[in-house]
């Protein structure tokens, strides 16, 4: 993991029923996310916020912005920045890993770590809604509509190179399409069961054998809406905001860490807690110097 972050805004709800993911990016560089990261001691600066165009279709406004997006992750890997993306709902994860495994094409294959309450894994014909957030992992695996799926090239995961951590929520034609191709998914009541440590440390087993990196997405809305009501789709039963810190603190500054997102903040339902976790969350995966408490220091915060 490179020392400098670059930070990529994408201000886009285009891909989901509620557009107020548009927003988050805007709302957590006011918050002082920058800032925030160098005060933890990780050297970051603002990149760019990339926005989708007026007057598309959701599917074209979402190709154009994704292979935008791209070819900023891209430029960034290989300039050596270790990019780190903000959504936007969680069509960014195409754009995001497409670039990412641009640049890993040349030393090897992408591994990804999916956090979310959801499986994001349909393809038009198997989605009840037709929203486009809740397609980016089949697309990355080269299933779905081909103007996504193509941005990388070639698919950009293979299934054997992904683990999905903290499902809650999902339709039979997804997890048909996961269980088909034989990806590792992490339900919520095994990470109950097992412990959010124990079900990490898998999911970056997996994302890390033989490839040449590996990148981690979190949904917030994989967090219980106790902890993070900011999101468009809340889901109950989640993870604890606590535990998901003190986890990702177990593997802070894992050299093999090619690039986070955090997607689907929502600030018109947000009270400040989610904003301040996103914040966190960010620090504690990319800061060298370990919280030797984050369980306990986040439960007094939102207490």
Sequence with gaps: MSGQVRIIGVATGRGAGDEGCQRGPDALRARGLTAHLNQAGVPAQWHATLRTSHGL?????????????????????RSGYFPLVLGGDHTCGIGTWSGAARTLRTRGALGLVWIDAHMDAHVPSTSPTGNLHGMPLACLLGHGDARLSALAGAPALHPEHL????????EDGEAALLARLGVRVIHIDEVERRGLG??????????????????LSIDLDAIDPADAPGVGTPVPGGLRAGALLAALAAHSADARLCALEIAEYNPLH???????????LASTVLSRAR???PERAWDRAVA
């Design 291 to 293: 919280d030797a408490a």
């Design 270 to 280: 947000d009270d400040g807690r989610t904003a301040a976790l996103a914040q966190r």
């Design 198 to 215: 124990a079900a990490l440390d898998e999911a970056i087993a997996i994302a890390t054998r033989g490839t040449a990196g590996f990148g």
């Design 57 to 77: 279709a959701p599917l074209e406004a979402v190709r154009q912005l994704c292979s935008l997006q791209s070819q900023h992750v891209h430029r960034l890997g």
């Design 163 to 170: 683990c999905l951590v903290g499902i809650r929520s999902y």
